[in-house]
């Protein structure tokens, strides 16, 4: 089966612009996560979709980051604006059922805000 | 509020040697515990996953973990480390009510020929 898509692989922006990422999880899978990692830290969970509602948010910066997922599939994360803090990589997971904790993760998105 | 610590952020052993790589959690409840590995520039990869039952979980590429709670911890191991395992490691548990995962900071392994 294809694994977690995620698009683009990499991009460079300054500070103060926006920017966007793009996840299509595995087929069939109804939770959908986004992680932040930052350089030498494990992964910090953003914000966990179970279809297309969003089970939590607590940790995502909503003042700047934005997510959704249309339809219950494809998802997409934006901040806007970017700050320097915000560069690192950004990982989309999904797993069949919240229930089931094992979770699939794409390559990740890395982030460079200059 | 469950947490997870690994000891030492970079490991290195010979190749050949044996692979220890240490992890403590706190947790409130019985937890489940999971090893995820990192090769660069890629997602991150299940290795092995405790949930219940026996507690020496074997999983891929030749790596095990045992549960120890009376230790809390979690430890991977492999008896012989290969180039090819020379990745960031990570430990980790479900982070309290709900699915959100609490990632340890991670072990980068260095394989030494």
């Known amino acids: 089966e294809a694994g977690v898509a995620q698009s683009p692989r990499y991009k460079i922006i300054e500070k103060r612009q926006s920017v966007a990422f793009w996840c299509n999880p595995i087929?069939?899978?109804?939770?959908l996560y986004w992680y932040q990692q930052i350089l030498g830290q494990g992964p910090k969970l953003l914000i966990q979709?179970?279809?297309?509602?969003?089970?939590?948010d607590s940790q995502l910066p909503k003042d700047r980051f934005s997510a959704e997922r249309l339809k219950g599939v494809d998802s997409t994360l934006k901040i806007q604006p970017a700050k320097l803090e915000d560069s690192a990589v950004y990982l989309c997971?999904?797993?069949?059922?919240?229930?089931?904790?094992?979770?699939?993760f794409g390559p990740g998105t890395r982030l460079t805000v200059t | 509020a469950q947490s997870v610590t690994q000891l030492g952020s970079h490991v290195s052993v010979s190749e050949g040697a044996l692979v220890l790589l240490r992890c403590n959690y706190s947790?409130?409840?019985?937890?489940?515990l999971f090893w995820y590995v990192q090769y660069p520039n890629q997602g991150l990869q299940l290795l092995l996953k405790?949930?219940?039952?026996?507690?020496l979980v074997k999983g891929i590429n030749g790596f095990e973990a045992e549960f120890k709670k009376s230790e809390t911890s979690f430890h991977l191991t492999k008896p012989s480390a290969h180039m090819s395992d020379a990745a960031e490691y990570f430990c980790?548990?479900?982070?309290?009510?709900?699915?959100?995962?609490?990632f340890g900071p991670g072990t980068r392994l260095s394989v030494l020929p």
């Open positions: 997971a999904s797993s069949v059922l919240r229930s089931s904790y094992e979770q699939y």
């Open positions: 087929s069939g899978h109804a939770t």
């Open positions: 979709f179970q279809n297309n509602g969003v089970v939590d």
């Open positions: 947790s409130s409840v019985p937890p489940y």
């Open positions: 405790y949930t219940t039952g026996a507690t």
């Open positions: 980790a548990l479900p982070g309290g009510y709900g699915q959100n995962f609490v």
